[in-house]
């Protein structure tokens, strides 16, 4: 079964420091990680894949098979970083159903 | 308008009722799929078309939800004799291809309520 668990449903930083949204996954095989991300009054989009490894406005993100782990970092928030974020997983190959977690409410304060 | 559309944005019906939502894929791509996502929940694989056919309708709770795909563009997800616990927002999303590392972009939802 996939599972994805996403521990902190409110995260709260000031504008300028690190943040880290913390994402571990339950899956047998080798899946496929992404973090989503929902602004205000905007639709879900796809913020980073993990089989691309890039940087997407700042955000990195590493999955660490051991750790099960695929947690979402930001060297320095800004307020324009406030949103929703998701992780979710699919299985990979032809195992496109993503499952998400419950997701983590970012807020950063000026 | 390029992206994934979805109407009505919001629905408001009374308990028992049928209702249907529909979705509008981003054109050209063959696959699309619905989620539903409840209060404080990630978004729940519901159904997924592959052109015409629904290729995986695993998630689908109970026999009261259907959804088709008559011709492999738009999609309309039926409910019937609608319960309170189906208050939810129905999200659809569509892709190029069905592939798990392939993006997939998400309408702005249908807010469900029944009441």
């Known amino acids: 079964a996939q599972r994805v668990t996403q521990p902190e449903k409110l995260l709260s930083v000031f504008k300028g420091a690190p943040v880290e949204l913390k994402c571990n996954y339950s899956y047998s095989g080798s899946p496929e990680l992404f973090w989503y991300v929902q602004y205000s009054r905007q639709r879900l989009q796809l913020l980073l894949r993990h089989i691309s490894r890039e940087s997407i406005k700042g955000f990195t993100a590493d999955l660490n098979k051991g750790e099960t782990s695929f947690h979402l970092k930001k060297p320095f928030a800004q307020e324009e970083d406030s949103a929703m974020y998701y992780c979710a997983l699919s299985g990979g190959g032809s195992n496109y159903k993503l499952t998400f977690g419950k997701g983590t409410l970012l807020t950063v304060n000026p | 308008g390029a992206g994934v559309s979805q109407t009505p944005s919001n629905k408001v019906t009374e308990k028992g009722k049928y209702v249907e939502l529909r979705c509008d894929p981003i054109?050209?791509?063959?696959?699309l799929y619905w989620y539903r996502q409840s209060l404080g929940q990630g978004p729940e694989f519901l159904i997924y078309f592959q052109g015409t056919g629904a290729a995986d309708d695993s998630g689908l709770p109970n026999d009261r939800f259907f959804a088709v795909r008559p011709e492999g563009s738009v999609s309309t997800l039926k409910i019937q004799r609608t319960e309170r616990g189906d208050s939810a927002v129905y999200l659809c999303a569509s892709s190029l291809i069905a592939a798990s590392n392939t993006e997939a972009f998400f309408g702005q939802g249908t807010r469900l309520t029944v009441v």
């Open positions: 054109s050209g791509h063959t696959a």
